[in-house]
């Protein structure tokens, strides 16, 4: 800690815990997240103890990193809002194949779907095969339609993982003639 002629009283900060997270909890909505942002403002004002003017402030110094805080904080929130709608537009935008390719496709795919975790089973089977939006996704599955662009997108780069590990050479030249569903039960 940097040493000055004010000092941050920590102690006194300690005692106004509660109505911090209550000024907090106010602000953002949810308790977890009042907690995560006091633990952060804590640290910030230990780093910052320093620009504390007056030993007697130190509340009102507080008072202000937490403002800061919560803009830090909606202003995160609002960049992975950006990105879960680009993956979500990404989706959506996506056109669908051709019946010929889409059958020979799902004749490779589909057994692969068995070995992954059941969510992304479930998500891949709804986005890709049911061609299901991501909103009736994501009403189906009980989750945000935010949560489902997430799990679709985890789900999809879980897939090509699975099949680049299975048919090798096969998925990085889009070989349509796939024989390496032999290698499927065996793995």
Known sequence: MAQSGSSVNF??????QQRFLAFLEHRVGSRADAEDILQRAYVKALQREDTLRQAGSAVAWFYRILRNAVIDHYRSQAAAGRRVETWAQAIEDTPAPDPEMRAAVCECIVPLLQTLKPQYQQALQALELDEKSLQEFSAEAGITPQNAAVRGHRAR??????????????AQHGCMDCRCDQRHSAA
């Open 11 to 16: 102690d006194e900060l300690m005692q106004h």
């Open 157 to 170: 780069q879980a897939l090509k993982k699975r099949v680049i590990q299975i048919c090798g050479t096969c």
